[in-house]
């Protein structure tokens, strides 16, 4: 097998002609082609007046690849050496060791599981929300002005905070786990451009079917799912792990023997955090960032992108990613950007608002939508202890909370207002997506005074890069406050905890993940530490 990289091409050639494509940069003919695959291809738009695609191809020949290497004298070609598929080994445990358990079902706690089922083990998944079905019937509920269900919402439920976002699978990690994770969500029906996307997203609306097939999947290799049952206690015997103790949605409780537990709670199980420093679980106060949803037209993004290729077909809605370095020392940056998406209402609280962004498939929504935020420190969370960070967000969601006059409305203002440092009185022509609603308001109120400022002075760079940042009607709504876990469970280089053996932290809400495809990753890398240490 071949691979060509950097091949430019119109963003009007067909997939069916790569082949030939590939056979010119090899210097032979199209029917030494034996297979053309698609690995990689991304938008190249550094000029507006050329916008074009950039393909990896991976080719079969006919004839010998090496020597076609060597007379084509191609430096973007290189022999691809065969690559064995990953394996999980099967491990054996007595019949009376106890099942492992996984707590969290978002991409971790769902990675790491079926890692785990994979080895034979038949693992027990604890999940506080409800299923992903269930759990979407509460989060139109909540949209529609309903009650907040505390267990059941953008943060909590089978997929994890990741399933209402804009499925983003993109990562600066560079794991051969990844492809792993990719090809088994392609397997489990997302789309498979996920494959070769240079930005891979999946989608809402694509990734809840999807990671209802890994449940299922894992429930056929033997393990066992159980919703709505939250991690309530651990119990602990001379630094090891023994059982762990649940509390069900009807209030009973129960208690598991447990020697193995992969916790992959997610960045926002705040009440497991404290009970995990109340059982002495070594864990820090870690930085994270704080700031705001902000919404423009989707065509704006798409013509400062594209230039007069903005509405190609074979494009889709333009995205973005903003960052720059403060006079102050503060970083400003775009996160979670989502192409004709929505901002939705993150709250697992009550009395406090949190947003968050979400676009479905096909992207089609009439407004961008992307978090911009500014960095948080230690030295900026007013209090000291692991859970300072926690206390920090609470309190500027509450603000928010106040500020949207309650019924978890959110706080908005105009751009040009937030810029000019006065209160909005009303919205203009830019529609506000966030449900229940929008209030408008000054976000001075429901941000840190450092926050404020380092988005005026970030928004004003960002708009020397994409003309029309700055729209006037542009909408900001607040506040964005769960970019990342704020706390860290230290883990030893075996990966578990430090302090109590048997513990395997795992994933974003444990500090070592941000997003879908690195919090899966560690959860496959976490399952396979605990199947070294069962092993051992």
């Not at 400022?453 to 960002?462: D, K, P, T, V, W």
Request: charged share 20%; aromatic share 6%.
């Amino acid at each position: 097998m071949i691979r060509i990289r950097d091949i430019s091409v119109s963003l009007d050639v067909p997939p069916a002609r790569y082949a030939s494509l590939a056979a010119k940069a090899l210097g032979v003919a199209d029917r030494e082609i034996l297979s053309c695959r698609l690995f990689r291809r991304s938008v190249d738009a550094r000029k507006r007046d050329n916008v074009h695609f950039t393909l990896t191809l991976d080719v079969a020949l006919r004839a010998d690849e090496a020597l076609v290497l060597r007379r084509a004298r191609c430096d973007k070609a290189q022999l691809l050496a065969p690559c064995a598929p990953r394996s999980v080994p099967v491990v054996s445990l007595p019949a009376t060791h106890p099942r492992p358990l996984v707590v969290g079902c978002g991409p971790a706690g769902l990675f790491a599981a079926l890692t785990l089922a994979q080895a034979g083990l038949r693992p027990l998944l604890l999940e506080r929300g409800k299923d992903a079905a269930a759990r979407a019937q509460d989060i139109h509920s909540f949209q529609a002005g309903g009650p907040l269900c505390a267990q059941s919402n953008i943060a909590f439920g089978e997929g994890g905070a990741g399933m209402f976002s804009d499925g983003k699978l993109n990562t600066g990690i560079k794991d051969p786990r990844c492809r792993t994770v990719l090809e088994a969500l392609a397997q489990a029906g997302a789309p498979e451009e996920i494959l070769w996307q240079a930005r891979p997203h999946v989608g809402t609306d694509r990734l809840t079917a999807a990671v209802v097939a890994i449940r299922e999947r894992i429930k056929r290799l033997g393990g066992e799912i159980r919703f709505q049952t939250c991690l309530s206690d651990l119990v602990a015997q001379d630094g090891a792990l023994r059982a762990v103790r649940t509390r069900a949605a009807d209030g009973s409780e129960d208690e598991f023997a447990c020697e193995l537990l992969l916790l992959a709670a997610g960045h926002s199980a705040r009440d497991t955090f404290e009970m995990l420093l109340s059982r002495g679980v070594p864990m820090a106060a870690k930085p994270f960032s704080i700031g705001v949803r902000a919404e423009h037209p989707q065509r704006l993004i798409d013509r400062a992108q594209y230039g007069q290729f903005a509405g190609h077909p074979a494009l889709g809605a333009a995205d973005y990613h903003l960052s720059t370095h403060l006079q102050n020392g503060r970083g400003v940056y775009s996160f979670c950007m989502c192409p004709g998406g929505e901002v939705v209402a993150a709250a697992s609280e009550p009395g406090g608002v949190v947003t968050n962004g979400m676009s479905r498939f096909a992207r089609d929504g009439e407004n961008a939508n992307a978090a911009l935020l500014v960095d948080v420190r230690p030295e900026d969370f007013g209090s000291e202890g692991p859970l300072a960070g926690v206390a920090f967000q609470r309190r500027w969601e509450r603000e928010a909370f106040r500020c949207g006059g309650g019924a978890y409305h959110a706080p908005a203002q105009r751009m040009e207002d937030f810029l000019a440092l006065r209160e909005s009185s009303s919205l203009g022509s830019v529609r506000a997506t966030y449900l229940p609603g929008v209030v408008p308001a000054d976000l001075r109120a429901c941000l840190p005074p450092f926050a404020c400022e380092s988005l005026r002075e970030g928004i004003r760079a960002f708009a020397c890069r994409i003309r029309g940042f700055d729209l006037p009607d542009a909408v900001l709504t607040g506040v964005e406050t769960r970019s990342s876990s704020p706390v860290r469970i230290l883990r030893a280089p075996n990966g578990q905890s430090t302090g109590l053996r048997g513990l395997f932290p795992v994933g974003e809400g444990a500090g070592y993940a941000g997003g879908i495809l690195s919090s899966a990753v560690d959860g496959i890398r976490q399952a396979e530490n605990a199947l070294a240490w069962l092993s051992s």
